[in-house]
């Protein structure tokens, strides 16, 4: 099954069977158009691909920022 790949591409081979694995499994459990994706940018980018190819609008942002967010967010609730 992998034989044809060189050693380097193997994990972003896997990692694409199961981004489109997970996709998939989501468009069919979730009637939805529009993901927002909080995460690492690199791996926020392979999903919002997957997510795009199936139809869905796909925002992101990396975690630190909805964490710095959130913080700020709490901290003008309390005043």
């Known amino acids: 099954m992998l034989g044809g790949l060189a050693a380097s591409s193997v994990s972003d081979y896997l990692s694409g069977l199961l ?18 994706l909080v995460g690492e940018p690199a791996l926020n980018a392979r999903y919002g691909r997957a997510m795009k190819a199936r139809g869905m609008m796909v925002n992101s942002c990396s975690g630190d920022e ?6 700020a967010r709490i901290m003008h609730e309390q005043d």
Not at 19 to 26: K, N, R, S, W, Y
Not at 27 to 36: L, M, N, P
């Open 19 to 36: 981004i489109g694995a997970e996709v998939a499994t989501l468009g069919q459990r979730f009637c939805t158009s529009a993901v927002t």
């Open 66 to 71: 909805a964490l710095l967010a959130g913080m």
